[in-house]
């Protein structure tokens, strides 16, 4: 099994920035691939950004693309977030998933989440 623990939301304004963590711990050896995802308020779950395995692809959905940046440290077992430009949008929950499966990543492992609010 792993265990997930993100960090580092919180409130900040427009135009500012935010660096989430998220903490990997139990079975880390067999962790694959790592995305961010986040749900608004009355919203589905939608996804953020993908690191593969080897760090070598990162993958972005087009509406965080050129601000936001994944980056992962597997000797930390920590997975990251640096969240540039905030809009108000951006607001929501954000979640770190983990896969132990690949190449075709299986998200079975989730953070219990961290509260992303961005005021106008």
């Known amino acids: 099994q792993v265990q997930l623990a993100e960090s580092g939301g919180g409130l900040v304004q427009a135009g500012g920035s935010l660096r989430l963590s998220c903490v990997a711990s139990g079975r880390t050896a067999t962790i694959y691939h790592l995305s961010w995802f986040r749900q608004a308020s009355g919203k589905e779950r939608e996804f953020v950004a993908f690191?593969?395995?080897?760090?070598?692809?990162?993958y972005y959905a087009a509406s965080v693309k050129g601000r936001f940046t994944i980056s992962r440290d597997d000797a930390r077992n920590t997975v990251y977030l640096q969240m540039n430009s905030l809009k108000p949008e951006d607001s929501a929950v954000y979640y770190c998933?983990?896969?132990?499966?690949?190449?075709?990543?299986?998200?079975?492992?989730w953070g219990q989440g961290t509260q992303v609010t961005v005021s106008s």
């Open positions: 998933a983990a896969s132990d499966q690949r190449p075709t990543a299986r998200w079975d492992y």
């Open positions: 690191i593969s395995w080897s760090g070598g692809s990162a």
